[in-house]
């Protein structure tokens, strides 16, 4: 199997995203970034998922001489003008700190009725290689904001996030019924073709 470098240091990502990938019969061996100690983080200064995910794998991959994968994804709230979207990991100011990410989200939709409460998990995979080809893929998955956080499985917005034709949020969902469904599942399936190809 390819050695490939997740450009995250959340370690919840690699593990779904493993599991993710041997699902659409592209196994890979991934691994953190976090077993190169000298790759630095890289700033997401990026305006759009697919600018802060190609910035990251890009880096990565040029840093360590293997092919890399990096996302960018968050919640986009209708009622907040689509936003936290790129600024979703530190909606609260701290990169990172999910539940007060998730609490402010709640504080700032609190007036908002039920039939407003529109939102999407957006994320963008994106594929990169040492020679500096790379391609993206796009998952989405729609769906509306929770007034109460419900479920323990998942990370991040999880909780409070139902998507469309379900009852349950993802964080109530078991991680294969998620993958199956998820804006992360649907961008990762589509970049394994390109994986399969190394």
């Known amino acids: 199997m390819p050695k490939v470098v997740l450009a995250t240091r959340n370690a919840h990502k690699v593990p779904e995203i493993a599991r993710i990938l041997a699902a659409a019969g592209t196994p890979v061996d991934l691994v953190a970034v976090t077993e190169f100690p000298g790759v630095d983080d890289v700033e997401e200064t990026g305006l759009t998922f697919e600018e802060n995910a190609l910035l990251k794998a890009h880096a990565v991959a ?77 998952g989405r998955v729609d769906g509306v904001v929770v007034r109460a956080p419900r479920g323990s499985n998942g990370f991040g917005y999880d909780p409070i996030f139902v998507p469309a034709a379900e009852t349950r949020t993802t964080a109530e969902l078991t991680p294969e019924e998620k993958d199956a469904i998820s804006h992360r599942g649907r961008a990762f399936r589509a970049i394994a073709s390109h994986l399969a190809a190394l």
Do not use: I, K
């Open 62 to 138: 040029a840093a360590t001489g293997l092919p890399a994968l990096a996302d960018d994804s968050g919640l986009t709230v209708a009622a907040l003008g689509h936003m936290p979207g790129v600024f979703s990991a530190r909606w609260a100011g701290v990169h990172g700190d999910d539940g007060a990410n998730l609490r402010l989200v709640l504080a700032q939709l609190a007036s908002v009725p039920d039939e407003h409460r529109q939102a999407a998990f957006v994320c963008v995979a994106a594929l990169a290689l040492p020679d500096g080809t790379a391609w993206t893929a796009e």
